[in-house]
Nanobody, 128 residues
């Protein structure tokens, strides 16, 4: 079973920044599409951002576009989510996820059901 571990969550004032990290325990990380999802209070799990295997293709939810960026380092088996201009609506538990299906392609998915492996999540709290 592939293990994913998130870190970097915390509490911040509105307008602040956080950087989330997702570490994966397999070198097969290089071929995974990686994504971030979040569950905000009272809401269902929603897509935040995703990146294909080489970082050439990315996708963002409309609610975070222009404020969040996603990146990865295949030598370190690590992915990051840089979150700037945080708002209270960004509060939630953030999960990283891996999709091993697409391999070395430009394809990425925004659908949680397409992701095979999940971390346990990290809490982000934004105070207004």
């Amino acid at each position: 079973q592939v293990q994913l571990r998130e870190s970097g969550g915390g509490s911040v004032q509105a307008g602040g920044s956080l950087r989330l990290t997702c570490d994966v325990d397999r070198d097969s990380f290089v071929s995974y599409v990686m994504g971030w999802f979040r569950r905000s209070p009272g809401k269902e799990l929603e897509f935040v951002a995703a990146i294909n295997w080489n970082g050439g293709t990315t996708s963002f939810a409309d609610s975070v576009k222009g404020r969040f960026s996603i990146s990865r380092d295949n030598d370190k088996n690590t992915m990051w989510l840089q979150m700037n201009g945080l708002k209270s609506d960004d509060t939630g538990v953030y999960y990283c996820a891996a999709d091993h299906g697409p391999g070395f392609t430009d394809y990425i998915s925004r659908e949680k059901n397409e992701y095979d492996y999940w971390g346990r999540g990290t809490q982000v709290t934004v105070a207004s």
